[in-house]
């Protein structure tokens, strides 16, 4: 889960994103990114206290999306993918990774909080 955290009480949190701009949600399905603001601190308390939780999940530390990016190996598929790209292609992608990571951008502003069934290794969610 990667959204916005606050942990305060929030209502009507649903926003669409469409071209880095907030749009109305339901105005293209499909093409309209959702985001909310979650409050991780009470979705983690509820998860602590209910037993089918406790027993078949395991939850990580909330991280920033750059630590979680960085976590799945963003550094290595970003080196791969631009080596094959022509010059153009390669600074449009290195200006998505920036503001994907970068602190002043998305990189801290936005925070995970990743869950995984119990049975499944401690390992990147991307490998």
């Known amino acids: 889960m990667c959204i916005r955290d606050r942990d305060e009480h929030m209502e009507d949190t649903l926003r669409g994103i469409r071209g880095h701009k907030f749009v109305d949600p339901l105005l293209s399905p499909g093409d309209v990114d959702l985001s909310a603001w979650v409050s991780f601190k009470q ?30 190996g963003i550094d290595i598929r970003l ?24 602190k002043d951008e998305m990189g801290e502003s936005y925070k995970v909080f990743a869950f995984q069934t119990k049975n499944i290794p401690n390992v990147s969610p991307w490998f």
């Open 79 to 102: 080196a791969h993918t631009i080596k094959e790209e022509e010059t153009k292609n390669a600074m449009r992608i290195l200006q998505s990774y920036r503001r994907l990571m970068d």
């Open 43 to 72: 979705l983690r308390w509820t998860l602590e206290r209910l037993e089918s939780a406790r027993r078949h999940l395991k939850w990580h530390p909330v991280m920033t999306q750059a630590e979680f990016l960085e976590w799945g």
